[in-house]
């Protein structure tokens, strides 16, 4: 309650302070309205028809196919062509179990929970960063998500997820749990939300490392240990819930899939007139290099070059560890969060969305002193952040002439550019050039040690 009163001081503190301020953020608000009108009108449309359709949900409805699939113990994960990769199951067989219970719901209705949970876990990812900054006494960090509200409100990694009713915000919500969790050091919390990770997208548990390098080992080895007991307690369940012919078939089935998810995923290259959504590194090169194993091979070579700073500059404080929990180390702990967050993305081979973007942006306006560095965070996030609102507009003005397949907005800059990596590069390398430059000498992990 305290911390929300506060975050309402620091939004009036800045509009009173900005007339602009005030200007952006009633035009921001008026655009929020309409846009969840839209929305509401295609839950609307959902309820009446009684069943999903369209693109409207079609994530969800993957879910809800893997639900459907384990009720009948039949296969979860695709067996033939990967080429509509996008309409089946990707995720551990438990996660299915998990979301049986919206099977109970008639399926015109189950959207409207999707959405207002969507919107919970987004309004609750806003509140916990300044929850995280105001623990860690980031006081600068949280003025500053005020003045990056009218961005919080229009992005659209939220909007994105919202109209397909993927995880990225809960996601993005765990991801934020756990390291807020892992800073403060607080065990049972930080296996609670490792282990929801780990059993939905395991790339999220990115902040698992970080007291390794700060050089909390204890934390770091009881983090590990109880994860794993909590991550074969999952597995055993699973077992149970399936029975253990089926669910072993499907564990196989499932490490199976993501062994060839890269090999024979649905690739788009120049031929297809445009990069598309996904903006990792393989698909960039593929991309420019055309489809072919010589290709992908070339994209695992970039990213480990492009990730080799980041362990380089990991051995660096592993040799000379700081040793303070990230509490007393605020700006190391969260740099080396958000720096792991991103090299996970930069060595994914599908890379749709960057739901932590916007607290990493906010997080870099407030810290950086670099001018120069600040404005260019701006002009690279801000083109990602609008894209929802472009898309609209776009469609306002020349309706369905401005789709692709359903699914490309043909004047979304995002499907020619990948903003999304662009981002992550600049960020990556903002965030390495810091931690490179405050990496502990041997003289004060010394002195410290001897404390």
Not at 1 to 25: E, P
Not at 95 to 106: D, Q, R
Not at 309 to 319: E, N, Q, T
Not at 408 to 417: G, N
Request: hydrophobic share 55%; proline share 4%; with cysteine.
């Amino acid at each position: 309650m305290l911390d929300s009163l506060y975050q309402a001081d620091c939004l009036r503190h800045v509009w009173s302070q900005s007339k602009r301020f005030r200007r952006i953020l009633v035009v921001v608000l008026v655009f929020v309205v309409l846009r969840l009108g839209v929305q509401a009108t295609l839950v609307a449309e959902t309820i009446s028809e009684g069943e999903i359709g369209g693109s409207f949900a079609a994530d969800l409805q993957t879910y809800l196919d893997g639900a459907k699939h384990f009720q009948n113990r039949e296969h979860l994960y695709l067996q033939g062509s990967l080429e509509e990769i996008e309409k089946y199951f990707s995720y551990a067989p438990i996660y299915a179990v998990i979301i049986v219970p919206l099977t109970w719901i008639s399926p015109g209705w189950v959207p409207l929970v999707a959405v207002i949970l969507h919107i919970l876990a987004y309004i609750l990812t806003y509140l916990w960063w300044d929850r995280i900054f105001r623990r860690l006494k980031l006081d600068r960090a949280r003025e500053m998500l005020a003045w990056t509200l009218p961005v919080w409100l229009v992005c659209s990694a939220f909007w994105g997820d919202l109209n397909y009713l993927n995880i990225y915000v809960i996601m993005g919500l765990l991801g934020t749990l756990l390291i807020g969790a892992v800073l403060e050091e607080r065990l049972g919390w930080a296996v609670l939300w490792l282990t929801l990770i780990l059993i939905t997208k395991p790339h999220w548990a990115f902040a698992l490392g970080v007291p390794l390098l700060l050089g909390r080992y204890r934390f770091f080895i009881k983090l590990v240990a109880a994860s794993t007991m909590a991550y074969l307690a999952v597995f055993v369940a699973t077992l149970l819930i399936f029975g253990p012919e089926y669910g072993l078939q499907e564990y196989r089935e499932y490490l199976h899939f993501l062994g060839r998810l890269s090999r024979d995923f649905p690739w788009r290259d120049t031929g297809d007139g445009f990069i598309g959504y996904n903006h990792s590194v393989a698909q960039i090169v593929v991309y420019i290099l055309g489809v072919s194993r010589d290709s992908l091979r070339a994209a695992t070579v970039i990213k480990l070059l492009l990730l080799l700073p980041l362990a380089l500059v990991a051995v660096r404080y592993m040799r000379r560890p700081d040793g303070r929990p990230g509490y007393e180390v605020p700006h190391l702990g969260l740099d080396w969060a958000f720096a792991l967050y991103l090299g996970a993305f930069i060595w994914l081979d599908m890379v749709w969305e960057l739901s932590l973007g916007v607290a990493l942006f906010t997080y870099l306006l407030a810290t950086l002193e670099d001018r120069r560095e600040k404005l260019w965070v701006w002009i690279v996030f801000l083109p990602y952040a609008l894209v929802d609102v472009w898309q609209i507009i776009s469609y306002l003005a020349f309706g369905d002439a401005v789709l692709k397949d359903d699914a490309y907005v043909l004047t979304d800059p995002s499907i020619y550019l990948p903003l999304i990596m662009i981002i992550i590069l600049l960020f990556y390398v903002l965030l390495l050039k810091r931690l490179w430059a405050i990496a502990p000498s041997l003289k004060e992990a010394a002195a410290r040690q001897q404390v």
